[in-house]
Structures are given as structure tokens and as C-alpha cells.
């Protein structure tokens, strides 16, 4: 729950992105987007390492630290884990029934670290559609894998930055960005 | 148009009945900016919010656009945000720093009093010009209390305290918190529901949804460890209703745990844990216990027409909102913090208001869904017309998951609305200082 890296939403890592990475990271993120609109939950949250965060910053501090500042979401693994399983069960009742979405990824870029972690940055946008609703969430991903797993990584940190001015007229977000 | 009456409140069987027409219909709306929004004090913002001399926020109060800032001798000041000119938003950023507000569209610039200080080609105005005519237009009152800037459309209403009634000594609980002063951190939720802004009253201070709407972030505490029992149990944490008065109502109670992970939200450990249990014992010895035990229990707090004051997981949310039109709301929402929060304690304060909090948070979007669902179910109000709001009115106990609270505020909505005058359900007392609630708390609450 503390040193965290804080990948700001606008900040990159030095230096070009590695095209080969960068590439593998964009068909895993193909497979991220898939997890998510197949609701495959379950799958999904176990490409997170026990000590990760899933992080979405207010409309109005996209480039917030979550100690500082209010944000949307700031969960551990513990509470993306209950997320997840809400969403599952039926409890998490804007999802239930489930909404249909689609996450659309591009942009994507991957920069080999130091330390032997992986940054990424990628922008998304996910459609999510209820009765007569269309919610549309435009942003920018950015992500610390660590290689491993059965996908081949793991996520450390995710943060969602909304490129919306306000969450309105959407209201909330019921899904996972 | 909606037929009368709007509200039956039926003391003899007793029955509480709400008409769901009030929800949807374009003319209560009318009505509700006259009688409502247009003669009550509304919440502007906090004073931490413009710590410094031409800080600035804009926002929305009743309808209107107004920048809220601090004049260079630091007094707070609010001004319609509007050219007197021809009219432009003259601020469109939600916040920002200047010591002028300067209007484009030709150039006139006012400095954070309000004073008309420039503007090109003043000689062609002629010698009678009088800039001091056109400073920027302020709401008929501007007024704070313990921190929180209220204003009033209308000259004709009684001051703020007065106003805020029993009220008042719910924002104290909230604002002696802090030694160094509660403040707004930055960031704000900037939400809607697609649902009428008075289910946002009633549902921001409705103890009744809790278990069921709220099942999933219960069952979040449980996963973690958390003893429920700590805090639903009878005795632990009396929980009751309050009509404050004026349309005010509270839900809250005194905490009978001796402090350790009251409330709602994960529980505290280690070094947060430790602070927090210090700041206790050092308000126990400023305050006494029998406050101290109130200020750590947990309170939802509505302020007629639309201001939520919530305590419930060691975070506090502030939460003000707005028609746009009959079935859709806008909502904005603030965490208030103690400025002198160890970094620790901040930590799992952030943490957990995050849980519970905001449209994205393990509650309030199933607050938003329950919303929208009601409203969508108001369609069909000409067959279905009524509301059911009597829990809890037969008996002489007032617990948090009954339903007084609601009355209060739709009481006072009915009075300003058609003039009918509804005798106060339980007897109730104004301002009352630091002795207790208003009233007694039932021994079996």
C-alpha cells in the first residue's frame, strides 16, 4: 500500500519505446480488452501481482497522486479482487444485469526499465451499453508489468486516466477501464 | 400538471405518502427553482478550497454560474460569473489563481472585489461613465460557517445559523475534527444521475438501503477482517434520526467502542491505527468524552434543500447537487479532511472514503443505479402515483434505518412548495450547543 512508482498519466519513460516489446504488449493488451468484454473477471484479475493497484484518477487531477489527491478508484489487489467479484456475483447491481462493453486499445508503447520492469502507455476507449445507455470512456492507460505469468506479464500497476472533463453524462463507471 | 395533494401526511393511521409526479413534472421543477433554490442558503464551497488572496473555483449554485474566491484583503467573496458588460462567463477553469477576472470577449478586467478595474477605450464612455455601476453582480447574501460558504438568491430569509437550526451543531461535529481546520482536498467527483435531485436527499441520509443496496461493500468489510458487529450492533453505536428543524435532518449516534475502527471501512492498524487513537484521547481531553464519542461515530447530515454532510468510514464526504432537468441531476462531491492527518492516517483515510465513495467507488454507483431505477419506475406515476415513506412513523423510537428523516425534509418541501404547514413529528429543539443531540437518544435505539 506505499512506495508507489506513480506512473503520471502525461509522463513517460526516457527514451524510445522498444518496438518488439511494444509489440507483445499490444497483442497482451488485446487479450486484457477480450477478458474484460468477454467478462471473463476472474481470468483477468489474476494477471495482477498481490502487491499491485488498479488506480483511476478524478476527472479534474488527471495527473493526481492518490495520497494527495481525490481520485476515483484506488484499489489494492484485495478490493480489486472484490470488484471483480461484485461484478461476478450480481451484487455490483449497475452490472447486474451485465452491461455490454467494448475496450479499444492503441497507441501502444512499452519501454524496457532498469530494474527489469516494463512501462507501457496506451490510450483506450471503452463503450459500455445498458437499455437505451451508451457511456463512452476515452483515456490513456498507463501500466507496470513485470515479466511472468501464464500470459507472459503481470500487472503491477494500472492506472485508467479518463480524458473526460467531467463524468457526466455517464454518471459513474460501473465497469473496468 | 401534477394533482394535489403532493404529500399526504397522514398522522392518524399513520401513513407518509410522496406524489412520484413531483419526480418528473416540468412545473414542479419551475416551481422548485422559485420556492426552493431561489429562497434557501446553498452550499457554495469551503474556505479551504481558496486558502490564498485571488484563489478562485467556479461552480454552479442554484442554477447559476459564480466564482468563489478571496479579495487581496482575504475576505471570501462571491460573484455571478457573468460580464456586466454583455453578459459572457467570464471564468470558465474549475479553479485556478489571479489576481484579475478578465473577460475576453472586450477586454474588461475586475479584480477579486469585484471592481471593474479596466477596459479599453473607457474615454469613449463620456465624463458621467461610473465604473463603480458596473462592478461584477453578487448574491443577495454571502455567509459561512465553521468553514462552509453558503450564499441566498433572496435579501428576504433569516441569517445562516439561524437557517442551519439544530443543524448547526452537526457542522461542529464535523468541523472539530481538526486542530489546524478541516480542508477540502483536491479533486472533485463531478457526477450525475440520470434521476430526480430528491432522491439524492433522501438516499444520502437513508439508513434503510444499507444491507441490501449496499451488499457488496458489506460484504467487502467482512472479506477483510472487519467485525460488523462493531458497528451495527445495539448499544455499540446508537444510531437515530433527527428532525433538526427548517427541513435539516441527521442519522448518527455516539460511539460506544472506545474508539477502536468505529464506523464503516477497513480497520486502521499500526502507526495509522496509533494516530488515531492519540487524536482521540487529545479530543477527549478538548472536548470532553461525551462529544468526542459523537464526532467518532458516523453521521449523514442533509442540509435542506441539497447539501450532504457524510461521516461514515472515517472519510467525510461533502455532496451538493442540482436539477438540469426533472429526471437528471447533476451531483459534485468533496472528501473533507483534517489538515493535520498524520501521512499514515491520510493514507487510510484516502483508502477508505475511496471504497465506499464516488462513481466509481463500491457503493455509491449502486446508489446511482438504485436512483435511475426509481425514476425509471416514475414513468408510470399516473397508475402508480405514490411513494410509501411511513416506516418507523407509529413508533415513538426514531432509528437510523426508519424513515423520519425523510419525512423532515419532504415536510419542509411541501411547506415551501404548496404553503401546507406539517406539525413537526417528534418534539425537536433548535441550536442546543455542545450538550448532546437535539432531544434525548432512546435507551433502546
Same mark, same amino acid.
Request: aromatic share 10%; glycine share 10%.
Given at each position: 500500500? !506505499?512506495?508507489?512508482?506513480?506512473p503520471?498519466?502525461?509522463?513517460?519513460?526516457?527514451?524510445?519505446?522498444?518496438?518488439?516489446?511494444?509489440?507483445?504488449?499490444?497483442? +497482451?493488451?488485446?487479450?486484457?480488452?477480450?477478458?474484460?468484454?468477454s +467478462?471473463?473477471?476472474?481470468?483477468?484479475?489474476?494477471?495482477f501481482?498481490?502487491?499491485?493497484?488498479?488506480?483511476?484518477?478524478?476527472?479534474?487531477?488527471?495527473?493526481?497522486?492518490?495520497?494527495?489527491?481525490?481520485?476515483?478508484?484506488?484499489?489494492? +489487489?484485495?478490493?480489486?479482487?472484490?470488484?471483480?467479484?461484485?461484478?461476478?456475483?450480481?451484487?455490483?447491481?449497475?452490472?447486474?444485469?451485465?452491461?455490454?462493453?467494448?475496450?479499444?486499445?492503441?497507441?501502444?508503447?512499452? +519501454?524496457?526499465?532498469?530494474?527489469?520492469?516494463?512501462?507501457?502507455?496506451?490510450?483506450f476507449?471503452?463503450?459500455?451499453?445498458?437499455?437505451?445507455?451508451?457511456?463512452?470512456?476515452?483515456?490513456?492507460?498507463?501500466?507496470?508489468?513485470?515479466?511472468?505469468?501464464? !500470459?507472459?506479464?503481470?500487472?503491477?500497476?494500472?492506472?485508467?486516466?479518463?480524458?473526460?472533463?467531467?463524468?457526466?453524462?455517464?454518471?459513474?463507471?460501473?465497469?473496468?477501464? | 400538471?401534477?394533482?394535489?395533494?403532493?404529500?399526504?401526511?397522514?398522522r392518524?393511521?399513520?401513513?407518509?405518502?410522496?406524489?412520484?409526479?413531483?419526480?418528473?413534472?416540468?412545473?414542479?421543477?419551475?416551481?422548485?427553482?422559485?420556492?426552493?433554490?431561489?429562497?434557501?442558503?446553498?452550499?457554495?464551497?469551503?474556505?479551504?478550497?481558496?486558502?490564498?488572496?485571488?484563489?478562485?473555483?467556479?461552480?454552479?449554485?442554484?442554477?447559476?454560474?459564480?466564482?468563489l474566491?478571496?479579495?487581496?484583503?482575504?475576505?471570501?467573496?462571491?460573484?455571478?460569473?457573468?460580464?456586466?458588460?454583455?453578459?459572457?462567463?467570464?471564468?470558465?477553469?474549475?479553479?485556478?489563481?489571479?489576481?484579475?477576472?478578465?473577460?475576453?470577449?472586450?477586454?474588461?478586467?475586475?479584480?477579486?472585489?469585484?471592481? /471593474?478595474?479596466?477596459?479599453?477605450?473607457?474615454?469613449?464612455?463620456?465624463?458621467?461613465?461610473?465604473?463603480?455601476?458596473?462592478?461584477?453582480?453578487?448574491?443577495?447574501?454571502?455567509?459561512?460557517?465553521?468553514?462552509?460558504?453558503?450564499?441566498?438568491?433572496?435579501?428576504?430569509?433569516?441569517?445562516?445559523?439561524?437557517?442551519?437550526?439544530?443543524?448547526?451543531?452537526?457542522?461542529? /461535529?464535523?468541523?472539530?475534527q481538526?486542530?489546524?481546520?478541516?480542508?477540502?482536498?483536491?479533486?472533485?467527483?463531478?457526477?450525475?444521475?440520470?434521476?430526480?435531485?430528491?432522491?439524492?436527499?433522501?438516499?444520502?441520509?437513508d439508513?434503510?438501503?444499507?444491507?441490501?443496496?449496499?451488499?457488496?461493500?458489506?460484504?467487502?468489510l467482512?472479506?477483510?477482517?472487519?467485525?460488523?458487529?462493531?458497528?451495527?450492533?445495539?448499544?455499540?453505536?446508537?444510531?437515530?434520526?433527527?428532525?433538526?428543524?427548517?427541513?435539516?435532518?441527521?442519522?448518527?449516534?455516539?460511539?460506544?467502542?472506545?474508539?477502536?475502527?468505529?464506523?464503516?471501512?477497513?480497520d486502521?492498524?499500526?502507526?495509522?491505527?496509533?494516530?488515531?487513537?492519540?487524536r482521540r484521547?487529545?479530543?477527549?481531553?478538548?472536548f470532553?468524552?461525551?462529544?468526542?464519542?459523537?464526532?467518532?461515530s458516523?453521521?449523514?447530515?442533509?442540509?435542506f434543500?441539497?447539501?450532504?454532510?457524510?461521516?461514515?468510514?472515517?472519510?467525510?464526504?461533502?455532496?451538493?447537487?442540482?436539477?438540469?432537468?426533472?429526471?437528471?441531476?447533476?451531483?459534485?462531491?468533496?472528501s473533507l479532511?483534517?489538515?493535520?492527518?498524520?501521512?499514515?492516517?491520510r493514507?487510510?483515510?484516502?483508502?477508505?472514503?475511496?471504497?465506499?465513495?464516488?462513481?466509481?467507488?463500491?457503493?455509491?454507483?449502486?446508489?446511482?443505479?438504485a436512483?435511475e431505477r426509481?425514476?425509471?419506475?416514475f414513468?408510470?406515476?399516473q397508475?402508480?402515483?405514490?411513494?410509501?415513506?411511513?416506516?418507523?412513523?407509529?413508533?415513538?423510537n426514531?432509528?437510523?434505518?426508519?424513515e423520519?428523516?425523510?419525512?423532515?425534509?419532504?415536510?419542509?418541501?411541501?411547506?415551501?412548495?404548496?404553503?401546507?404547514?406539517?406539525?413537526?413529528?417528534?418534539?425537536?429543539?433548535?441550536r442546543?450547543?455542545?450538550?448532546?443531540?437535539?432531544?434525548?437518544?432512546p435507551?433502546?435505539?
Amino acid at each position: 500500500m !506505499s512506495q508507489r512508482a506513480l506512473p503520471l498519466g502525461s509522463v513517460i519513460p526516457p527514451g524510445s519505446p522498444d518496438p518488439e516489446l511494444s509489440r507483445r504488449v499490444e497483442l +497482451w493488451l488485446y487479450e486484457d480488452a477480450e477478458l474484460l468484454d468477454s +467478462w471473463q473477471l476472474r481470468e483477468w484479475y489474476a494477471r495482477f501481482t498481490p502487491d499491485s493497484e488498479y488506480l483511476v484518477p478524478a476527472t479534474d487531477r488527471p495527473e493526481g497522486d492518490p495520497d494527495l489527491h481525490l481520485f476515483f478508484v484506488r484499489d489494492d +489487489w484485495f478490493l480489486l479482487g472484490q470488484r471483480v467479484d461484485a461484478m461476478l456475483n450480481g451484487t455490483a447491481w449497475a452490472e447486474s444485469p451485465r452491461s455490454v462493453t467494448r475496450h479499444i486499445v492503441s497507441n501502444v508503447r512499452a +519501454w524496457p526499465m532498469p530494474d527489469g520492469t516494463i512501462e507501457i502507455a496506451a490510450n483506450f476507449v471503452v463503450y459500455r451499453s445498458a437499455l437505451a445507455q451508451l457511456d463512452v470512456y476515452p483515456g490513456a492507460y498507463r501500466m507496470t508489468l513485470v515479466a511472468g505469468g501464464a !500470459s507472459g506479464f503481470e500487472i503491477r500497476s494500472r492506472r485508467s486516466t479518463l480524458s473526460l472533463a467531467q463524468l457526466r453524462p455517464a454518471g459513474r463507471v460501473s465497469v473496468i477501464l | 400538471m401534477i394533482p394535489r395533494p403532493y404529500v399526504i401526511d397522514d398522522r392518524e393511521t399513520p401513513r407518509f405518502r410522496v406524489h412520484r409526479g413531483t419526480m418528473v413534472d416540468r412545473d414542479v421543477l419551475e416551481d422548485e427553482r422559485r420556492n426552493i433554490f431561489d429562497t434557501s442558503w446553498l452550499y457554495v464551497g469551503h474556505e479551504s478550497e481558496i486558502k490564498a488572496p485571488h484563489d478562485f473555483r467556479t461552480r454552479n449554485v442554484g442554477g447559476r454560474p459564480i466564482i468563489l474566491t478571496r479579495n487581496a484583503d482575504g475576505d471570501v467573496r462571491v460573484f455571478v460569473n457573468s460580464c456586466p458588460h454583455r453578459g459572457m462567463q467570464i471564468e470558465t477553469r474549475g479553479e485556478g489563481h489571479g489576481r484579475f477576472l478578465k473577460c475576453f470577449y472586450h477586454g474588461w478586467s475586475f479584480n477579486t472585489s469585484g471592481d /471593474l478595474v479596466a477596459l479599453p477605450g473607457e474615454e469613449s464612455y463620456g465624463p458621467d461613465f461610473d465604473r463603480h455601476n458596473l462592478c461584477l453582480a453578487q448574491p443577495a447574501k454571502v455567509s459561512s460557517f465553521r468553514g462552509f460558504v453558503f450564499l441566498s438568491w433572496t435579501d428576504d430569509i433569516v441569517d445562516l445559523e439561524t437557517y442551519l437550526g439544530g443543524a448547526a451543531d452537526i457542522i461542529d /461535529l464535523f468541523a472539530d475534527q481538526s486542530d489546524t481546520g478541516m480542508e477540502v482536498i483536491g479533486g472533485s467527483h463531478l457526477y450525475a444521475a440520470k434521476a430526480n435531485w430528491k432522491l439524492l436527499s433522501e438516499n444520502s441520509m437513508d439508513g434503510y438501503h444499507a444491507l441490501t443496496t449496499h451488499h457488496r461493500y458489506l460484504a467487502m468489510l467482512k472479506e477483510s477482517g472487519k467485525v460488523l458487529s462493531t458497528v451495527f450492533a445495539p448499544g455499540s453505536a446508537p444510531n437515530v434520526a433527527y428532525d433538526l428543524g427548517n427541513g435539516h435532518a441527521v442519522i448518527g449516534g455516539a460511539d460506544g467502542t472506545g474508539g477502536q475502527n468505529t464506523g464503516l471501512g477497513r480497520d486502521l492498524a499500526g502507526e495509522a491505527l496509533e494516530h488515531q487513537l492519540a487524536r482521540r484521547a487529545r479530543f477527549v481531553a478538548k472536548f470532553g468524552a461525551d462529544w468526542t464519542n459523537r464526532m467518532f461515530s458516523g453521521r449523514n447530515l442533509v442540509i435542506f434543500p441539497n447539501l450532504a454532510l457524510v461521516d461514515l468510514i472515517m472519510g467525510i464526504t461533502v455532496r451538493t447537487y442540482y436539477p438540469v432537468e426533472p429526471g437528471y441531476m447533476e451531483v459534485t462531491a468533496w472528501s473533507l479532511q483534517p489538515s493535520d492527518d498524520e501521512p499514515a492516517l491520510r493514507q487510510m483515510r484516502q483508502e477508505n472514503f475511496l471504497t465506499f465513495w464516488g462513481p466509481a467507488g463500491l457503493a455509491t454507483p449502486d446508489d446511482i443505479e438504485a436512483l435511475e431505477r426509481c425514476q425509471r419506475g416514475f414513468a408510470a406515476h399516473q397508475v402508480a402515483p405514490w411513494n410509501d415513506i411511513s416506516r418507523g412513523m407509529s413508533t415513538a423510537n426514531k432509528p437510523f434505518t426508519d424513515e423520519l428523516q425523510m419525512r423532515t425534509f419532504w415536510r419542509e418541501w411541501d411547506r415551501r412548495m404548496t404553503g401546507t404547514v406539517h406539525p413537526q413529528e417528534v418534539e425537536q429543539t433548535g441550536r442546543s450547543g455542545r450538550i448532546g443531540w437535539p432531544g434525548q437518544i432512546p435507551a433502546n435505539a
